[in-house]
């Protein structure tokens, strides 16, 4: 039972390339989210997805874009990188959105040049 | 604006004695609230949580307290560890008017010396 797992690890962009970060839980879980980890901002909500098919904006959803093909996968695309997006990025999941625990990824650190 | 707000970006404690996370929040529909804990390259870990209708809720060397009068809440680790050392999360969650969210604050970093 790997959980929530996150690839790639580290990744560094130039400013108007485009990339995928792939998310997937094996624990069959409903929600799946990502968030963004800035210093002194805490943990912030892009997207967030409530089963498959389905996609939700979160707090901050801007330049990103996501996909739920699959019940365990969730895709978080960045169209056209920039500096501000310079950021750790974590995927979680849950059970449903009573489950009031989220199981969280090791995280992606992403820079953009 | 920040709804849930942690205003010690660190805290240092000796091993042994007690540590106190604090944690205030503005939205008053906030029904339960969560700690997370995340070590340096992981993700973070539910630590434990409080629902609305309790002030205090225990887990071994872990209390969390809630006062919601004065909206904040508070994490007591007794006594601290060396392997308590990490950053800690408050998050908050409002179950009627966004029941699939929660929002976190921005973290405190606890370092326990030895």
């Known amino acids: 039972n790997a959980g929530v797992t996150q690839t790639p690890k580290f990744r560094v962009l130039k400013t108007g390339q485009s990339m995928t970060l792939l998310c997937a839980q094996d624990?069959?879980?409903?929600?799946m989210y990502w968030y963004r980890q800035d210093p002194g901002m805490g943990l912030r909500l892009i997207h967030y997805s409530v089963g498959e098919g389905t996609t939700a904006k979160g707090e901050v959803p801007d330049g990103y874009n996501v996909s739920r093909l699959k019940k365990q996968n969730f895709l978080l695309g960045l169209e056209s990188a920039a500096p501000s997006q310079t950021s750790v990025y974590f995927c979680?999941?849950?059970?449903?959105?009573?489950?009031?625990?989220?199981?969280f990824g090791p995280g992606t650190r992403l820079t953009v040049t | 604006d920040q709804q849930v707000k942690q205003n010690s970006p660190s805290l240092s404690v000796q091993e042994g004695r007690i540590s106190i996370l604090n944690c205030d929040y503005t939205?008053?529909?906030?029904?339960?609230f969560l700690w997370y804990k995340k070590y340096p390259a992981e993700g973070p870990t539910f630590l434990i949580s409080i629902s609305s209708i309790k002030d205090k809720n225990e887990d071994g060397r872990f209390t969390v307290f809630l006062n919601k009068s004065a909206k904040h809440l508070s994490l007591h680790i007794v006594p601290s560890q060396p392997g308590d050392s990490a950053v800690y999360f408050c998050a908050a969650r409002d179950i009627i008017t966004s029941y699939d969210k929660v929002i976190f604050g921005p973290g405190t970093s606890l370092s326990v010396i030895p």
């Open positions: 979680a999941s849950s059970y449903s959105g009573d489950s009031y625990e989220q199981y």
């Open positions: 939205n008053s529909m906030f029904d339960y």
């Open positions: 624990m069959n879980h409903e929600y």
